[in-house]
């Protein structure tokens, strides 16, 4: 499919959409929404995808949502924007595939939301991060409120979330908010690097794997190790947990997907 606001590009197993609306520094419209949400749809449907990637183009990751387009709103049209935008972000958090947020440069309140939605992030060491809603007489309305908290702790979040203050990659690095910060040119050649590394792993084990952690976050403990005692069990039925413990029993690399 074509699209005005997003540039795909698949190779190798790995598919790379990036934000292309440079001008406004890749600001969330409603258009844009919708682009993104058939574009999910698009790698879910394909599966010779193997890994999503997430970035933008120009200085920006994705300055947040459109706060010109938001000018107009009245609550209707708010919750609207916001069950639009929790839908399309939660399409990644239940993608079977590993999703990686490649943070080029600012990521603000929806653009950080966005990176949230996804399993790994690396940030190049220009980008600036934040949710900076509040300082607009806003809460974050795509899921920070709740999901930063998560990862970061309600300490953390409340900072970031109550004062809207922009940390630098090395902050977020450092609070446990991105996995790792690299120089800007060397951010591509590493997200490549991590994609390679997924691609190599077995796809089931993955897929397993992304959903029991994402499940964790609404379950009582007990209910989610018997739903990991049930996971691991049905692993040792598929072709991935006996080539893995072939492979390290014979001394060789294993391949998860041959064929
Ligand atoms: N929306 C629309 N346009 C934006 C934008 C945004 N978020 N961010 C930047 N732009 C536009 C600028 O207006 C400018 O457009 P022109 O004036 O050239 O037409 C162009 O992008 C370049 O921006 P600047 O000239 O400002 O560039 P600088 O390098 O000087 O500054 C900046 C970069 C990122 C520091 C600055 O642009 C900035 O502070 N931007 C706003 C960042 C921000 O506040 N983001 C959070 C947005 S609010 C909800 C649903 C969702 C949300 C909340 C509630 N419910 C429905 C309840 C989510 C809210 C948000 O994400």
Do not use: W
């Amino acid at each position: 499919m074509e699209y005005r606001y997003l540039k795909v590009e698949k190779k190798d197993g790995k598919c790379v959409i990036a934000i292309n609306r440079p001008e406004k520094l890749n600001a969330l419209s409603g258009e844009l929404l919708k682009e993104l949400e058939c574009a999910f749809y698009e790698v879910c449907d394909d599966g010779s995808t193997g890994v999503l990637v997430i970035t933008g183009t120009g200085k920006a990751f994705v300055a947040g949502a459109d706060i010109g387009e938001m000018k107009g709103f009245g609550s209707i049209e708010a919750e609207q924007y916001s069950l639009q935008g929790q839908r399309v972000f939660g399409m990644l958090e239940k993608m079977e595939i590993p999703v990686i947020a490649a943070i080029n440069g600012y990521a603000l309140g929806g653009g950080l939301e966005l990176a949230l939605s996804c399993d790994f992030r690396i940030a190049s060491e220009n980008a600036m991060i934040g949710l900076p809603e509040i300082t607009l007489g806003l809460v974050p309305g795509f899921g920070g409120t709740q999901k930063l908290a998560r990862i970061v702790g309600i300490a953390r979040a409340k900072q970031m979330v109550m004062l809207g203050e922009r940390i630098s990659a090395a902050e977020a690095c450092h609070i446990g908010l991105v996995h790792r910060v690299v120089k800007a040119e060397d951010l591509e050649k590493e997200v490549d690097a991590l994609a390679a590394k997924l691609l190599g792993l077995g796809r089931v084990a993955l897929k397993t794997a992304k959903y029991l952690i994402n499940a964790s976050a609404d379950l009582p403990l007990a209910e989610g190790l018997n739903m990991e005692a049930r996971a691991f069990a049905l692993l040792f039925s598929g072709n991935e947990a006996k080539e893995g413990i072939e492979a390290f029993l014979s001394k060789r690399k294993p391949e998860f997907r041959r064929g």
